[in-house]
C-alpha cells in the first residue's frame, strides 16, 4: 500500500464539498487564498485554474485513499500497465464530469463572474504522447477505474514531449512543447519515491560459496528516478487509478570542484547529461546518438517501475515467489520489452533467484500487446549498442536465448532454418529483437483486432504461434465514451441521454437502443441539427489555425492521424488533385462541395512523412485560390493536431477517412471516436474497420481497395505500379502534376521523391493499386450524401452500432482472458 494511503488511514483529511453551488464557491475562494495565494478580486483565468485544479485534486485525492485502501484490504491482484505514452488531453472538464459536478461548478463560476469554458482554455494539453498508442493507454486507465479494476500506470514525465507542430512556409517546424510552463495542477511530486537507475559499467563474475557463477555489474553511471503522480478517476465509480510518471535526476547535482575552478558548464554538465532521459519523447533516433537516448529511455522508466512494483509487492507479501499471483504487467508495444530482463536482473542479482526459477516467475508476469505488423516497426536493438549501454542485461539475453532456443529444437527437431527465425538475436544484422523477446518473455500476447491477430498468427509470429497456440489472443482496441461522446460532444450526448437514458455512459452497448430512431424524422432533424452545430465549430477552428475559409454546407472529408506512408495521406491527395481537375475541366457535373482536412505529426526524421505535410499545404495553397472552381472544394491542413483539436475535429466531421493499405494498421481507434460521433467512415478492410463494418453493416460504411491477402499475393506474385499509371489517365495526371511543380512552381523539382516512391520504388503501400476503387468509392459517397436524411439515418445507425467498441469491453477482455482480475469495491 503507498504511504500516502498509510497516512491517509491515520489522519483522514476533511472531505472536500462539491455538494452545492455556495459550498464549490466557498471552497474555491479558499483554494485561490491558501494555494494559489491570489486574491479572488484580482484573480486571472488561470489563477482560476489553479484554484478549480486544486480543489478537484482534493477530491480525487480522497477517492484515490480510498481506492487504495480498499486494494490494499483485498490483496487484490493488480494490474500494472507499461508505456512509454499516455495521451491524456486536458484533464480538468473530464475530472468534473467524472465527479458528476460539471453543472454545479459552471454554476458556481458564474455566480462569481467567471467562465468554465474560458478557464479551460488556459489549461495546456499534456504532452505525454503523439498517436494512437498513448491515447489507448489513456482510454483503458479511465476504464479501469470506471469498472474498479486494481489498476496502476508507469511512463514517463516528459518536460517537453514530442514537439509543436507549426506550419511555416508550407514545412512542419518543429518546436518545443510548454506543457508544463506554469506547472501541472494535477500531478503529486514524490521526492520520496526515487530509484537508481544504472547504465554502462562492465560484469565480473565470480564463484559462491557453493561453487556457483555469480555475475556482478559494476563500475556503472547511475541516474535517479523520481515519481510524480496524476490520478485518473473513473466515471461516477469513485474510484481513481494512479498514473506514475518518472523524471529523470542527476545522482550529484552540482560539482563544487570544477565550480570553484571557474569550469561553471562542467560544474553541472553531470546533472544536464542525467535530466536528458525524461526531456522529450521519442528523440529522433536518425543517428546513433538519438537512438542510444531512446534506448537508455525506455530502460530508464521500465527499471524504475519495476523496482516500485517490487517494493508495493513487498509491503504486504515477504516473497517474492508469489509475484505472479499478486502482479500482472502489461507491455503496451515493444517500448517496454527491458522489462523481461530487468526483472530477471532483479530477481537475480538482487533477490539471490537462480536463473530457471526467476525465468518462471517472469513469464508469468508479463503480457505484451503487438500494435504493429510491419517488419520495419518491429523494435530491434544494435547488440553493440546494448553491450555497451546495458552489459547485464545483454547477458541475460543470451541466456534467455539459450535457454528458448534449446526448446525451439525440441519442438522442431530437424528445422535449423526455424531456430534462426525464432532466435531473440538477428545474427546477420547483429541486433536483438524485441518483439521475440515479449514474447517469448509473455505469458499472454495480444493482437488489436480481429485481421491484426489473424496475420499476426500467420506471418510475423507464426513459428511461436505453431509452438504455443494458446499464448495468442485477440483484444480489439476501444475508446472511452466518456472523453469522446461526453466530453467531446456533449450536445449529442444529451440528446442520446434523453432518447434511451444514461447507462451508456458506462455500458456502450445500451447505445443500440438508438438504431429505431434513425427510423423517426424528429430525432434525424435534432441530429443533424447537432452535426451542423459541431461543424461550425469545426470550421471556426480550420479559419483561425490556417487562415481558410470552409463552409458548414459542404461535406466536411477528415483525415486526421500521425504522418506516415502507409496510412496514404498521399492517396487522399490524388483524390484531392483528381476532383480539382474535374472541376477546373468542367467535369464536375453537380458534385458535393466537398471541405478536405488533415492533421498529424511527421517523425523529425521522416523525410517522406514530412515532404508529404508540404505537399498537402502547397496543394491546398492552389486550390483554396482557384477562383474558377468557386468555392467548390477546400484543403486546409490543420497544425498541432491533438487531443483537443481532436474532440472539435472528429464531431464536426461527415466522413472519416481510413484508408491505410489493408494488413498494415493494427487496429485503430480514430475509426471509432468517428463513427462513435456521427461520421461515416470509406476505408479498407483493415484493422478495425472490419469489425466496425461488421456492427454497422455493409450500407454504412464505404470500402474500397485491396484486401491484405490480395496485397499479400500481388507483392509475392510481382506488383508493377507502373501500369496502374501508363492506363489511367486521371491517376497519370494526379502523379504528372505533383512531379512537374504545378503546385510549386518556384521548385519544381520538389516532388520527384514522391513520384519515384510510386513509379520506381515499388510503391510500397500499393496507392496506384488501390486508387480507382478509392475514386469509385468516393463518387458513391457524394451520392449517399446528396440525399441528406439517408446520409443521417446512416449516421444514427454509425452510433448505435458503437457499443462493441468502447475501451469498457476491451478491459473487461483483458482482466477476464490475460490479466485474471476482479473489480474491487
Not at 474532440?647 to 472519416?656: A, F, K, V, W
Request: glycine share 8%; charged share 25%.
Amino acid at each position: 500500500m503507498d504511504q500516502t494511503a498509510n497516512q491517509a488511514a491515520a489522519a483522514p483529511a476533511p472531505a472536500i464539498d462539491l455538494s452545492s453551488v455556495e459550498a464549490i464557491k466557498d471552497q474555491l475562494r479558499s483554494f485561490m487564498v491558501h494555494s494559489v495565494g491570489v486574491d479572488p478580486d484580482f484573480a486571472s483565468q488561470r489563477d482560476w485554474l489553479y484554484a478549480l485544479a486544486q480543489l478537484v485534486r482534493g477530491r480525487l485525492s480522497e477517492e484515490y485513499l480510498a481506492t487504495a485502501r480498499a486494494q490494499y484490504d483485498a490483496d487484490a491482484r493488480r494490474v500494472y500497465y507499461l508505456s512509454m505514452e499516455y495521451l491524456t488531453g486536458r484533464s480538468l472538464l473530464k475530472h468534473l464530469y467524472d465527479l458528476g459536478v460539471h453543472d454545479r461548478v459552471a454554476e458556481a463560476l458564474k455566480d462569481m463572474g467567471q467562465s468554465l469554458e474560458a478557464i479551460q482554455e488556459f489549461e495546456y494539453d499534456a504532452a505525454l504522447g503523439n498517436g494512437g498508442l498513448g491515447r489507448l493507454a489513456a482510454c483503458y486507465l479511465d476504464s479501469m477505474a470506471t469498472h474498479g479494476y486494481p489498476g496502476f500506470g508507469y511512463g514517463i514525465r516528459y518536460e517537453f514531449g514530442m514537439f509543436t507542430q507549426r506550419v511555416e512556409g508550407g514545412q512542419q517546424v518543429e518546436h518545443p512543447e510548454t506543457w508544463l510552463r506554469y506547472g501541472n495542477p494535477w500531478e503529486f511530486e514524490r521526492p520520496n519515491v526515487i530509484y537508481p537507475v544504472r547504465f554502462r559499467g562492465r560484469l565480473t563474475h565470480f564463484k559462491n560459496d557453493h561453487g556457483e557463477t555469480v555475475t556482478q555489474w559494476v563500475d556503472t553511471t547511475d541516474v535517479i528516478a523520481m515519481a510524480y503522480d496524476v490520478p485518473v478517476p473513473g466515471y461516477g465509480s469513485g474510484k481513481v487509478v494512479k498514473l506514475r510518471l518518472w523524471s529523470a535526476r542527476a545522482t550529484r547535482d552540482f560539482d563544487l570542484r570544477y565550480f570553484n575552478e571557474g569550469n561553471y558548464i562542467d560544474a553541472v554538465k553531470d546533472k544536464t547529461i542525467s535530466e536528458n532521459l525524461s526531456k522529450v519523447l521519442y528523440p529522433m533516433d536518425t543517428t546513433l546518438m538519438g537512438q542510444e537516448l531512446r534506448l537508455m529511455q525506455e530502460y530508464f522508466f521500465v527499471s524504475a517501475s519495476l523496482q516500485d512494483i517490487i517494493a508495493r509487492h513487498h509491503r504486504k507479501h515477504a516473497s517474492l515467489d508469489t509475484l505472479p499471483e499478486k502482479v500482472t504487467i502489461q507491455l503496451n508495444d515493444t517500448h517496454p520489452s527491458l522489462a523481461v530482463p530487468e526483472l530477471m536482473r532483479l530477481l537475480i542479482d538482487h533477490y539471490d533467484y537462480d536463473f530457471q526459477k526467476a525465468w518462471d516467475l517472469t513469464r508469468e508476469v508479463f503480457n505484451y500487446t503487438n500494435h504493429t505488423l510491419l517488419p520495419e516497426a518491429l523494435e530491434t536493438w544494435p547488440i553493440a549498442m546494448l553491450e555497451a549501454v546495458l552489459p547485464r542485461h545483454l547477458d541475460l539475453i543470451y541466456k534467455i536465448n539459450f535457454d528458448f532456443l534449446q526448446q525451439v529444437k525440441y519442438a522442431f527437431p530437424g528445422q535449423p532454418d526455424v531456430l534462426s527465425r525464432m532466435s531473440l538475436i538477428d545474427d546477420a544484422g547483429r541486433r536483438v529483437r524485441m518483439a521475440h523477446l515479449c514474447v517469448v518473455g509473455s505469458r499472454r500476447v495480444n493482437g488489436v483486432a480481429a485481421l491484426h491477430t489473424d496475420l499476426m498468427r500467420a506471418h510475423v509470429f507464426a513459428d511461436f504461434n505453431r509452438m504455443e497456440p494458446d499464448k495468442f489472443v485477440n483484444v480489439t482496441n476501444g475508446v472511452t465514451q466518456r472523453r469522446w461522446l461526453l466530453q467531446a460532444n456533449r450536445p449529442l450526448a444529451d440528446l442520446i441521454t434523453e432518447a434511451i437514458g444514461d447507462g451508456w455512459k458506462t455500458d456502450l452497448s445500451k447505445l443500440k437502443d438508438l438504431e429505431p430512431l434513425a427510423e423517426d424524422a424528429a430525432f434525424r432533424e435534432r441530429f443533424a441539427a447537432i452535426k451542423r452545430a459541431n461543424k461550425t465549430r469545426f470550421a471556426d477552428m480550420v479559419r483561425d489555425r490556417t487562415g481558410f475559409e470552409v463552409s458548414p454546407d459542404m461535406m466536411f472529408d477528415t483525415q486526421v492521424k500521425r504522418i506516415h506512408e502507409y496510412k496514404r495521406q498521399l492517396l487522399n491527395v490524388l483524390h484531392v488533385i483528381t476532383l480539382y481537375n474535374d472541376l477546373r475541366n468542367g467535369r464536375g457535373g453537380d458534385r458535393i462541395p466537398r471541405a478536405v482536412t488533415f492533421g498529424g505529426k511527421a517523425a523529425p526524421g521522416y523525410f517522406m512523412a514530412k515532404l508529404i505535410i508540404r505537399l498537402i499545404n502547397d496543394v491546398a495553397m492552389v486550390i483554396n485560390h482557384d477562383r474558377s472552381i468557386k468555392d467548390r472544394l477546400k484543403v486546409a491542413f490543420v497544425p498541432n493536431y491533438n487531443v483537443s483539436a481532436a474532440e472539435i475535429i472528429i464531431p464536426g466531421t461527415d466522413l472519416s477517412e481510413q484508408i491505410s493499405t489493408a494488413g498494415t494498421e493494427a487496429s485503430g481507434t480514430g475509426n471509432m471516436k468517428f463513427a462513435l460521433n456521427g461520421a461515416l467512415t470509406i476505408g479498407t478492410l483493415d484493422g478495425a474497420n472490419i469489425e466496425i463494418k461488421n456492427a454497422v453493416g455493409d450500407d454504412n460504411i464505404f470500402i474500397f481497395g485491396k484486401t491484405a491477402h490480395e496485397v499479400g499475393d500481388m507483392r509475392a506474385g510481382g506488383y508493377h505500379p507502373r501500369e496502374y499509371y501508363d492506363t489511367n489517365e486521371a491517376l497519370r495526371n494526379a502523379v504528372d502534376m505533383i512531379a512537374g511543380g504545378f503546385f510549386n512552381a518556384d521548385d519544381p523539382g520538389r516532388y520527384l521523391p514522391i513520384r519515384d516512391t510510386l513509379l520506381s520504388g515499388g510503391d510500397h503501400f500499393f496507392l496506384m493499386a488501390d486508387y480507382q476503387s478509392y475514386i469509385d468509392t468516393q463518387a458513391q459517397v457524394e451520392a449517399v450524401y446528396a440525399d441528406q436524411d439517408a446520409w443521417v439515418r446512416k449516421a444514427i445507425v454509425n452510433v448505435a452500432n458503437m457499443g462493441g467498441f468502447s475501451s469498457d469491453r476491451s478491459i473487461h477482455s483483458y482482466a477476464k482472458d490475460i490479466w485474471r482480475v476482479q473489480p474491487v469495491g
